[in-house]
C-alpha cells in the first residue's frame, strides 16, 4: 500500500528516481491542430470560390434577362421607334432601349424573308403571306463584366411576298 502511495506522488517526492516524459499528448494535439487549421482554410477558400461564382451567375442572369427585356419591348410594338414589320428586305431598324443596372442596350431587326402560307382557297397564291424577321439584341450588365446576346425569329403577317 505504501509502494502505491509512492508510484502516484513520484512527482512530488525528491527522492525517487525522475521519470522521463515521452510528450506524446502534445505532439498528438499539436497534429491534430495542424489538421484542423487545414481543413479551416480549405473550407474558406472553398467558400469564398462558392460566391465569387454565385456573383458572376447572377451577373449574368442581369445581363439575360436585360436583353430578354429589350426583345419582348421590340416585338410588342410598343417601341418608342416603331418598327416597321412589313419594311423592305434591304432596312435593318434598330431600337434602343435603357434599363435598370443594364448597359450598352441595342436591338436590331433585320428582314429574313417571305413566305406565302397554304391559306384556305382551292386558287393557288391567294393565301395569307407572311414577313419573317430576325431580332437581334446585345447588352450587358451595369458594370459591363457580363453581356449577353440573343436572337429571336418573328413572323408577321403581309399582303403579299415581293
Known amino acids: 500500500m505504501n509502494q502505491n502511495k509512492q508510484k502516484y506522488n513520484s512527482f512530488h517526492n525528491p527522492q525517487l528516481p525522475l521519470v522521463r516524459q515521452q510528450g506524446f499528448v502534445l505532439i498528438l ?12 482554410v480549405s473550407s474558406m ?12 451567375a447572377r451577373q449574368h442572369h442581369v445581363a439575360f ?42 436591338a436590331s431587326v433585320t428582314y429574313a424573308g417571305c413566305a406565302a402560307s397554304i391559306g384556305s ?21 451595369a458594370a459591363g463584366t457580363s453581356t449577353s446576346t440573343q436572337v429571336q425569329g418573328v413572323r408577321f403577317p403581309a399582303a403579299a411576298c415581293n
Open 29 to 40: 494535439v499539436l497534429v491534430l491542430l495542424a489538421t484542423l487549421t487545414l481543413i479551416g
Open 45 to 56: 477558400n472553398s467558400s469564398n470560390m462558392e460566391l465569387k461564382a454565385t456573383a458572376n
Open 65 to 106: 434577362n436585360a436583353v430578354q427585356s429589350l426583345i419582348e419591348y421590340t416585338v410588342s410594338g410598343q417601341t418608342a421607334v416603331t418598327v416597321d414589320f412589313q419594311t423592305v428586305p434591304t432596312t435593318v431598324q434598330t431600337v434602343p432601349y435603357t434599363m435598370t443596372g443594364a448597359s450598352s442596350l441595342t
Open 121 to 141: 382557297s382551292q386558287e393557288e397564291g391567294k393565301g395569307f403571306s407572311s414577313n419573317f424577321f430576325n431580332v437581334t439584341a446585345t447588352g450587358a450588365n
